[in-house]
DNA sequence: TCATATCTTGAATAAGCATTCAAAAACTAA
DNA sequence: TTAGTTTTTGAATGCTTATTCAAGATATGA
């Protein structure tokens, strides 16, 4: 018996960011063993091929940005505080142009949604825990008596990721910082009147 | 002398959806030749490689999008019906699933603004030719006061441009339709608000 | 210490890719 | 009709790609 050397985590989010800064059709498996340090024959053992580590990526992905909401929110006793919070976030990552603050999530959602289906189905289902997890933080402000209007939760937390998903997309034409964060502001306002 | 024999337009347009459905990173130069019917020669000759057929596409395309805004909104004398009109059209284009029926800007966008700094200013000078179309749209909307609020006709302009990208990104993942109707009549409330 | 099972290594493979080019075809002008 | 110019054609090129595999390395258990 002989474990493997490497820790999947750490492969795992190397790979995230390699298939985040190229997408997953240019990402080359050559650009794959510089990221994650492994050996071809080591990343097709682990993974089966190159499709295979984009999708444990994506589910490392999702496990990640999951534990950071929840983190987020829990710093947060006012659940609206932490909605304008977790907003400045996204805001703030937007600004940064960091391609390495990416969604990973939304850049595998526009390349291959149409083309893989197996792909998509992953991405649907992870989309869905996302909106779960607003929707539960929307209930919480409502609790709060922090909400204006009849909408319910999970209208407000479907608006809200469509709201993010176009703020992420809008961010590549390179607006001013101010204009993203008054977007921001006013995707705020709109989603808890 | 002689001239080309094939019609500009009608390849561009035919690039375009080959680009829209396999994006630009998968779309071979063979799916390139069976989706204009041109050779790889005349390609070469016409847009120089690969890239300036997806240049020339992209322009293509934020023209004939052009277009087809201008012709809807001269359809409709109520600016504010225009409106309702063209978010209707946007949703209706995001429930048919049709891969042709895709932004190709955003599509590019999302693939390539980091990575290719002149496709990236290509596309950013359309999303503000796009920005400035609906900013005078929301113009003439105030002008039939049909605006509640003090937002900046720029302001839900660009509200307006984040929710369709984010509505587009949001459609990939098959919501039901009715889902999608609802958030693009919220859409319309929050942005004329 | 040794045997064994498993992982690691990196060169080899075969397919696919964007691009080039020279020959053939065809339109234009005289 | 004919000469000249430009386009069309599609095979050839050389590179990159994902994937495989057999040899070597190394940890584990006896």
């Known amino acids: 018996m002989r474990s493997a050397e ?4 750490q492969v795992l989010r190397a790979a995230m960011t390699a298939f985040m800064e190229k997408g997953y059709a240019k990402t080359s498996m050559q650009d794959l063993k510089a990221a994650t340090g492994l050996h071809p024959g080591s990343i097709y053992c682990a993974f089966q091929n190159k499709r295979g580590l984009l999708l444990a990526a994506l589910e490392q992905y999702n ?31 937007c600004v940064s142009c960091d391609p390495q603050k990416l969604c990973l999530t939304q850049k595998a959602l526009n390349e291959l949604a149409e083309q893989d289906a197996e792909a998509q189905a992953i991405l649907s289902e992870q989309c869905a825990m996302w909106r779960n997890a607003l929707c539960a933080v929307f209930e919480r402000i409502a609790e709060q008596g922090e909400l204006t209007g009849t909408r319910s939760p999970l209208d407000r937390a479907r608006g809200l990721i469509v709201s993010i998903y176009g703020l992420r997309t809008f961010a590549h034409t390179h607006p001013e910082p101010q204009v993203m964060r008054d977007l921001g502001a006013q995707i705020l306002k709109d989603v808890c009147q």
């Open 6 to 9: 490497f820790d999947k985590e």
């Open 63 to 93: 496990r990640d940005r999951g534990d950071e909401l929840q983190t987020l929110f829990s710093q947060h006793p006012s659940a609206r505080a932490g909605l304008a919070a977790y907003l400045a976030h996204v805001v703030a990552e």
